[in-house]
């Protein structure tokens, strides 16, 4: 993977985390889509997390530019 989208990768993170935690962008249409799929894992300390891309569900649905893996959203 190139250096560039390593770095947009981690400012992604970054960026959804923040939200996440300010509750600053919300997106309930995404999440209800994340939490009804069969890939969703449960982690207690991180929450809900994507077992295809590993992310954090109530983080990435923040970021209008992220998209699911599985083209749900």
């Known amino acids: ?3 560039k989208k390593v770095v947009k990768k981690v400012i992604a993170i970054i960026h959804g985390n923040y939200n996440r935690i300010f509750h600053l962008y919300s997106n309930e ?3 209800n ?3 009804k799929c069969p890939e969703l894992k449960h ?11 590993g992310c954090i569900v ?7 530019e992220e998209h699911c893996k599985l083209n749900k959203w």
Do not use: Q
Not at 43 to 51: P, Q, R, T, W
Not at 58 to 64: D, N
């Open 58 to 64: 109530e983080a990435k649905v923040t970021i209008p």
């Open 33 to 35: 889509i994340c939490k």
């Open 29 to 31: 249409v995404r999440l």
């Open 43 to 53: 982690n207690k300390v991180l929450g809900d997390i994507c077992g295809v891309c």
């Open 1 to 3: 993977m190139c250096i």
